[in-house]
């Protein structure tokens, strides 16, 4: 059972940046793969960003590519969320996943772990 812990969640205004942490309590192995979701209020949960542990391979949601940054360490086995110009419909709690099979994917039933998740909310 691999436990996802996130941090770095919190309040800020638009514009601002923030950086989320998700760490994995074992290695992450080369074919797995990690993302970060969002849900708010009243909406389902949104895949924003994807990475694959073996190379650089990453996807974003239009909402925010350009804005935020997936990326991993893979010494701490962890991985991040920069998220740069933010926006009030950033507003959610944010959940990082592990899927443990090979593929990027966008469907949220597709992972295995997940965190247990950090608010963001952003102020106009």
């Known amino acids: 059972q691999v436990q996802l812990v996130e941090s770095g969640g919190g309040l800020v205004q638009a514009g601002d940046s923030l950086r989320l942490s998700c760490a994995a309590s074992?290695?992450?192995?080369?074919?797995?793969?990690m993302g970060w979701f969002r849900q708010a209020p009243g909406k389902e949960r949104e895949n924003v960003a994807g990475i694959d542990w073996s190379g650089s391979d990453t996807i974003y949601s239009d909402s925010v590519r350009g804005r935020f940054t997936i990326s991993r360490d893979n010494a701490k086995n962890t991985v991040y969320l920069q998220m740069n110009s933010l926006k009030p419909e950033d507003t959610a709690v944010y959940y990082c996943?592990?899927?443990?099979?090979?593929?990027?994917?966008?469907?949220?039933?597709?992972?295995?772990?997940w965190g247990q998740g950090t608010q963001v909310t952003v102020s106009s």
């Open positions: 996943a592990l899927r443990t099979r090979p593929g990027i994917t966008t469907q949220y039933k597709e992972y295995d772990y």
């Open positions: 074992e290695r992450i192995r080369y074919t797995w793969r």
